[in-house]
């Protein structure tokens, strides 16, 4: 738990040591240099340096004393309200002078996008721009993360075709969509969860995820390569199509979860 907190923390641009003397403040109440050192682990001999940066950035508050100072931590709704202002004025500045930058890019190339949330980033940026067809793969865990515009463009009536990798018993908040089965076995054949996205027969993303954390899709415009990612998404849609019209004939020959049709060699 406090590594995800110091994770956070580092993200909003502090050092792990800073990440854990501001933790140490904000659980304790204020404090001296000394027992700031002492309750946070940062040794002594960095701990008036890590305290004057958390100061110039505004995390914590200062106290001169006649012995020595006291300091004390900013709640963090204020730091957050900060934050996401700064954030706020910093991109209008940015998108403001660096609009007029469109160099083209080869989207004919295989583009490379690592890192979980920079990977559905940029499926929600694609969805956005989505007009008039989805075919999309996608795990129960990952669905969370762009669930909110699959559901506005199925408001809008765009045509959609889902396939969601999840247990029977789950709530899924969508009307379109086929639910897979054999999950153990498709992460096994892939190596773990994997994604693939194709908007409006023009773009696809494809690629694996390993973690909530690690992941890696390529990001292309290449005919070929949206051509066949469409119709691996077709393909299950087809497939559990013809398992609604004729489930318990199927079951009786491929199995409860159909396993014996994966039995092609």
């Given at each position: 738990m406090q590594e995800d907190r110091i994770f956070l923390l580092n993200r909003i641009g502090l050092t792990d040591a800073e990440a854990k003397v501001y933790l140490a403040l904000l659980k304790t109440g204020s404090m001296t240099g000394y027992e700031a050192s002492k309750y946070s682990s940062v040794p002594r001999s960095k701990i008036y340096n890590v305290?004057?940066?958390?100061?110039?950035k505004g995390f914590i508050l200062y106290s001169e004393e006649e012995s020595s100072n006291r300091y004390a931590s900013?709640?963090?709704?204020?730091?957050?309200?900060?934050?996401?202002?700064?954030?706020?004025?910093?991109?209008?500045?940015?998108?403001?002078?660096?609009?007029?930058?469109?160099?083209e890019t080869d989207l004919n190339g295989f583009w490379h996008i690592r890192e979980y949330e920079n990977v559905f980033a940029k499926c929600r940026s694609i969805l956005k721009e989505t007009r008039s067809e989805l075919l999309l793969q996608i795990w129960a865990e990952d669905l969370p993360k762009m669930l909110e515009e699959i559901q506005a463009l199925e408001k809008q009536g765009i045509r959609l075709g889902i396939v969601y990798f999840g247990e029977e018993q789950d709530e899924v908040p969508l009307e379109h969509y086929c639910r897979h089965g054999m999950l153990k076995e498709k992460k096994q054949e892939m190596?773990?969860?994997?994604?693939?996205?194709?908007?409006?027969?023009?773009?696809?993303?494809?690629?694996?995820?390993?973690?909530?954390?690690?992941?890696?899709?390529?990001?292309?415009?290449s005919k070929p390569m949206v051509a066949m990612a469409a119709e691996c998404v077709r393909h299950d849609l087809y497939f559990y199509k013809g398992v609604d019209m004729l489930k318990s004939h199927m079951q009786e020959d491929l199995g409860t979860e159909f396993h014996r049709v994966r039995e092609i060699f």
């Open positions: 305290l004057e940066s958390l100061v110039m900013v709640p963090i709704r204020e730091i957050s309200a900060r934050v996401k202002h700064e954030a706020d004025v910093t991109m209008v500045k940015l998108e403001s002078q660096l609009d007029n930058y469109r160099a190596g773990g969860r994997f994604l693939n996205l194709v908007s409006d027969n023009r773009e696809v993303i494809f690629g694996q995820i390993v973690s909530d954390a690690v992941s890696e899709v390529i990001w292309t415009r």
